[in-house]
């Protein structure tokens, strides 16, 4: 059974940096992405960054390139997004999830085969 579990948000005033980590239980291929996405109140899930396990590509929303950084560990299945720089506008529920063959649609929800729960990230004055 594949686990995913998010931690590290929190509230943060902006101009300052968080970072999230997702660890990933059950896995069996090295081929997945891991990839990260956020919902703000009322909106439509956003895709943010991936990574693809096997050789590290990453992929980043617009509104998050030269901020925010994916990276991974391919031995514990574990990725850290760092995020600086936050805006009030990064506020939001930030869901890691597992697409079971990476592909370059991992920040799309609906190619996301395992989610976690979820952390709440704020920031705000």
């Known amino acids: 059974q594949v686990r995913i579990v998010e931690s590290g948000g929190g509230l943060v005033q902006p101009g300052g940096s968080l970072r999230l980590s997702c660890a990933a239980s059950?896995?069996?291929?090295?081929?997945?992405?891991m990839s990260w996405f956020r919902q703000a109140p009322g909106k439509e899930p956003e895709g943010v960054s991936c990574?693809?396990?096997?050789?590290?590509?990453?992929y980043y929303a617009d509104s998050v390139k030269g901020r925010f950084t994916l990276s991974r560990d391919k031995n514990t299945d574990t990725a850290w997004l760092q995020m600086n720089i936050l805006k009030p506008e990064d506020t939001g529920v930030y869901y890691c999830a597992v697409e079971r063959i990476a592909t370059m649609s991992c920040l799309r929800p609906s190619n996301m085969d395992y989610w976690g729960k979820g952390t709440l990230v704020t920031v705000s004055s």
């Open positions: 059950g896995l069996i291929s090295d081929f997945y992405a």
């Open positions: 990574i693809s396990n096997h050789d590290g590509t990453t």
